[in-house]
Each structure stands twice: as C-alpha cells, then as structure tokens.
C-alpha cells in the first residue's frame, strides 16, 4: 500500500494544467484508465476506480496566477454561504423527542441515527430535527413543530444554521446522484454503487462542482420545481464529464429502497 507522500511523488509528474482533468492507467494497481485526476484551484486530487486499490488523496500543488484568482473567487462563494444562523447551543437526543423518530422513520433515516452514520440532533427551541453536514461546521433543519396559530404566518419547512458551503454526501460508489435535500441523499447512499449529493437548494458553486468531478458518473435528480436547474445543470461540463438528468415527480425520501433502486439501475441501463 502507497502513502499519500508515495502517490504524490508520482502523480505529479502527470501533465496537468489548471482546471482539467483526464484519466490514466492506473500505476499503483495497472488498472486500465481507472485513475482519475483532477487540478482544481492548484488542488491536485487523484482517485482510483478499481474496487481493490486504494489509490486516492488530494494535495495543494503549486498555483498558477489564475489558480490564485480563482480560489479568491471561491473565498468569496464560501462567505456568501456562511450563514448568519448560528447552530443551536442546545441540542437534544431525537430518543427524547417521539416527533421527531417518526418523521425520522417517515424519511428513511431512522436507521442511519441509531447507528450514528450521520450526525443528527434536535433543537427543542426551533422544534427542529438537524441534518449536520459531514464536516459538522453547519446544518440544515427540518420544522416538526405545530403549525403557527397564526394562519397567515408561514413558517420555513427547511432552516440553515452556521456553513453549509459544498455538498452534503452519503454513500460509496462512483455514481454521484444529485439531490435537493439530506434526507433524499441519504436513500440514494444506501445503494451500493451510488452517493447521494445533497444540493440544499443552492446554484452550483466552485466547491460542489470540485466533489462532483471526483466521480465517473454525475445524474441530476431534483423535483419539478428544481427542473430548469437540473436542465442548466446537464448542459454543462465537469471537467470532460457530461451529467445527466432524473425528472422525479416525487422525492427520493417519499419512495421505497426498492422504488429508489429500481430508478437508478434504470439509468445505469440507458
């Protein structure tokens, strides 16, 4: 098995320029073009298909000029992300809380809080259940609470707290399936073979688009009201990779396993 240091000494002496990618035979495991790189912003990552290398990492390389403008450019996209909502300080067990198992179990997610897979709380100020993204610095919250007696006022059903800059994922495989929430990303990285990217509502920005060139395959899969994004989204290139499109009449989070499985080892027919 190669260190990190030992995979970089050599990849970088592949020919990459600034925001491009390309595929090579692999020179860890010999696997015929299943190695995948990618520089992005000076940031050089590698990652190998076979399911038996574990070939993969990323690494800051040297920054041309337009390396340097670009991060600055993503600098900026991240503290436009930064949300003024900070996470709550108290935070509760879902165990404590029988509204908020249910709507758990409702979207498929029971399974993944009690095996601790993903970091969920409650927050008995908001009557919210938070879906943390991966790196815990912000989450997303779902409202359980009553509906307001005050019919004319309208409470958000999703709420963000502190930065939620990038996508949610979930899952292994080399078939990122984009998504509008967590709870859908979580159904979809239940498949083997597919990774739920939770878009939480946002245009695509630099840092989305950096974890999506990691994968071979990249489905766009958002509802109706998401579908000039998800058309807009397909007529664009990933660095060489060209995505494409799921029109859903219904979230991933309101079907089956085995309705969410069937419709996407469809797409892998086509």
Known sequence: MYSIKEQYSIIKTVILRDNSSKRIDCPFCGGHKTLSLSKMQGTLLWNCYKASCSAKGIKD????????????NSTR????RSNPNEIPTLLSNCEHHPTSLDYLE?????????TNSIHIKYTPRDQRVLFFMNDNTGCVGRYIGDPPKNKNYRIPKWKVYGDTTGCFQYGNGNHAVVVEDIPSAIVVGKIPGFVGMALLGTNLEHKQRQQLTTFSDITFALDKDARKKSISATTKYFFGKKPSVLFLEEDFKNMTKDKVKQILLEKLKQ
């Open 106 to 114: 409702s979207v498929q997610c029971l399974d993944v809080y009690k």
């Open 77 to 80: 996209d991240k503290s436009r």
């Open 61 to 72: 390389d040297k920054l041309s000029i337009n390396s340097i403008k670009s991060r600055l």
